[in-house]
């Protein structure tokens, strides 16, 4: 992983959200609200709420590698090891009462006054909050949306601005206040100006040799997925495009002596991530974007249209589109960032955020004539990931590629 | 000129030894046990003394497998999706496909007619598909795993497993036991799953060339990949050793390493063909 000076700034920025939140849910300072990662965030600043992110929660989980200690918890309670691992290390933890929110002070996972899905990742999202649902006996709301679109319509979005609507009247109840128009609109404005900033963070690996690596993205989209809307984060981002752009003009790369620039498509593997990122590093290859951190890109939402716009960039998002929307995604991004190699991940409990299932890999790799290589793991459950496989998968494919640029190069001498 | 190859799998060490030529002077097969280092050791000593050629006549040795980085005398390594693809490609030119069933893994891959690896697929983190999954089945029908090609030879009756696990498919056995179903025809159905599992992997066209420990000790399963692709499937010399001699080729040829076993990492993507010394 790449050492930047705004790693403090991060630390600073996550560590006053998690206190923050930690106030409103365990003195009362706010009401909270959970959210899922594309959930109508901008909605619930707008009328006052403290925003948890699970997601966010089952990442730490993850990356401490203590997901696999609460996963049994929840099978046992009749959650499946074969349904999303972030569902059940997060319900384990709690059943287990343990959370690492400790380290900022939090008794544990914060209580929830009402639960906000959007359906566009997956129908687990809601499992996930009905459970708390039912735990705390507080109101679960949310957007059902649909999935596999082509292209994104103004009767989509409609329907969905619709939805989001029909959610102002609990949402007021439970935050008791009125949602402000101004409020909203400000909310969108800061969390597209987040979105922007972070999009250029990312744009800033396009450079060669890039600047950050997506196993760096991982981290340092903390800001952009749980203080969406909020100034904190876009104050951030001004620091790390600031240094990316800096380390970008002055060729300081990511991976030392960078020779192959390689795309992730899917989840990350929290528990491996540092060994993932190391092992891509000796072997000289910087793995520069991802589907993943782009997720956090919304650039349709807009302040002059709020709940409309709000409405578009949900149903936007990669993870809800068709195939063959999501091959042009994938196709322009290697092009962006002049990639050498796709990995897929193929997450075993995330099937909705594995695209390699319905033939895309050999598909996208005919029409770019970019190699691909499947990498079998999972977000959360480590049982799932063998490192002696992934090891001679990725050794095994950076050999490939370097064999056919020493062939190429051959070829032109 | 002599350089060698050692492949440190899972289950076993192959070693072997060739000349400039690529004819084979020496091989070995041992049990790769706990010590890994010390197999490999003994492998390539036991090849050496085959061939007839002591430490210091071999230019080169290269080593790959599982435990390609516990092989501490190797000069470079690479991995085995390139050595088994090496290994077949000079016996068999491409393009073609290579099936290669070990211990531990399958792996399908594709080499084009340039001799060059396009592509692999590896098992998923899973012993169906692989020969531990044959070592399973031999045990509960209680025959040394060494008899069971030819205990499948008195096949008579068709048989199906139909489970996808090895724990499973142990279970489903017991269940036919009682149904009173003979060990021969059980010990071909086990064969039958097997290859069921490798042709899922991916699309094998073309001229397919199948190399492991497993095709070398359960001829059963080439003829059964046949049948099942309806199409002749090639078994080069020493199907077994085919890593240990692609990473000797590797060695001779002095394809660049990018494996850890390499000297320096951050110099070692020199290019193929250039002269790779310690």
């Known amino acids: ?413 | 000129m002599t350089y060698a190859g050692v492949d440190s799998g899972s289950w076993n060490t192959k070693a072997v030894v060739i000349d400039a030529g690529a004819r084979v002077l020496g091989t070995s097969v041992v049990r790769s046990g706990a010590d890994l280092a010390g197999a490999a050791e003994q492998c390539y000593a036991q090849a050496l003394d085959r061939a007839g050629c002591s430490r210091d006549a071999v230019s080169a040795v290269w080593a790959t497998g599982f435990g390609r980085q516990s092989v501490a005398f190797a000069n470079g390594s690479r991995t085995e999706l390139d050595c088994h693809g090496r290994g077949a490609a000079h016996y068999v030119p491409g393009p073609l496909v290579v099936v290669d069933i070990g211990g531990q893994d399958a792996k399908v891959i594709r080499i084009d007619a340039a001799g060059q690896r396009v592509s692999h697929r590896m098992n998923r983190k899973c012993a169906a598909g692989t020969g531990s999954f044959l070592d399973e089945i031999a045990l509960r029908l209680g025959v040394p795993i060494e008899h069971m090609d030819a205990l499948a030879a008195g096949s008579t009756d068709e048989l199906e497993l139909s489970s996808f696990c090895t724990v499973f498919a142990g279970t489903e056995l017991l269940t036919l036991i009682r149904g009173g179903k003979r060990p021969a025809d059980l010990a071909m159905a086990a064969y039958r799953s097997l290859v069921k599992r490798i042709v899922a992997m991916d699309v094998l066209d073309g001229r397919v060339v199948a190399t492991g420990g497993v095709i070398a000790h359960h001829p059963t399963m080439v003829s059964l990949l046949a049948r099942e692709m309806r199409a002749e499937v090639l078994v080069p010399p020493h199907p077994q050793e085919m890593g240990a001699f692609g990473a000797a080729l590797a060695a001779r040829d002095g394809a660049a390493s990018v494996g850890p076993a390499s000297a320096d990492r951050l110099t070692s993507l020199a290019p193929l063909g250039a002269a790779h010394a310690r």
């Open chain 1, 1 to 413: 992983m790449t050492a930047f000076d705004a790693t403090s700034t991060l630390k600073a920025t996550m560590d006053r959200y998690y206190r923050d939140l930690g106030a409103a849910a365990e003195r009362g300072t706010a009401p909270v609200a959970w959210c899922t990662s594309v959930g109508p965030a901008e909605l619930l600043r707008a009328l006052g709420f403290r925003v948890f992110f699970p997601e966010n929660h089952a990442a730490m989980l993850g990356a401490a590698r203590t997901a696999n200690r609460y996963m049994p918890l929840a099978h046992a309670h009749g959650y499946s090891q074969d349904i999303c691992s972030y569902l059940t290390s997060d319900v384990g933890a709690y059943l287990a009462g343990e959370s690492p929110l400790s380290a900022y002070g939090l008794q544990g996972t914060p209580r929830a006054d009402v639960l906000v899905f959007n359906t566009n990742q997956c129908r687990d999202v809601r499992d996930w909050f009905e459970w708390y649902g039912r735990a705390w006996n507080v109101p679960v709301v949310g957007v059902r949306s649909p999935r596999s679109l082509e292209a994104v319509t103004d009767d989509d979005v409609e329907a969905i601005a619709r939805q989001i609507e029909r959610l102002v009247p609990t949402l007021e109840a439970v935050a008791g206040t009125r949602l402000d128009a101004p409020r909203l609109e400000h909310a969108v404005r800061v969390s597209r100006e987040c979105s922007d900033l972070w999009e250029l963070c990312l744009r800033t690996a396009a450079h060669e040799p890039a600047p950050l690596t997506f196993f760096d993205g991982t981290v340092h989209m903390g800001p952009a997925v749980v203080l969406r809307g909020a100034e904190e984060a876009c104050a951030y981002y001004r620091v790390l495009l600031q240094e990316l752009e800096q380390r970008a003009r002055e060729n300081v790369a990511a991976v030392q002596g960078e020779a192959f620039r390689l795309y992730w498509d899917g989840m990350p593997i929290w528990g491996r991530l540092r060994s993932l990122s190391t092992l891509f590093a000796e072997f000289r290859t910087s793995v520069v974007a991802s589907t993943y951190c782009n997720s956090w890109i919304f650039s349709a939402l807009d302040p002059a249209d709020p709940i409309r716009s709000m409405a578009r960039a949900s149903l936007e998002l990669f993870i809800g589109r068709s195939e063959e929307a999501k091959e042009d995604y994938i196709a322009r991004m290697t092009e962006l960032y002049r990639v050498d190699g796709i990995v897929y991940h193929d997450c075993r409990t995330c099937p909705n955020n594995t695209n390699t299932r319905y033939g895309m890999p050999g598909r996208l790799a005919d029409r770019t004539g970019i190699p691909a290589l499947v990498l079998d793991g999972d977000v959360n459950d480590m049982r799932c990931v063998s490192d002696e496989q992934a090891r001679t998968n990725v050794e095994g494919f950076i050999e490939q590629l370097a064999d056919a640029r020493h062939l190429a190069r051959s070829a032109r001498v």
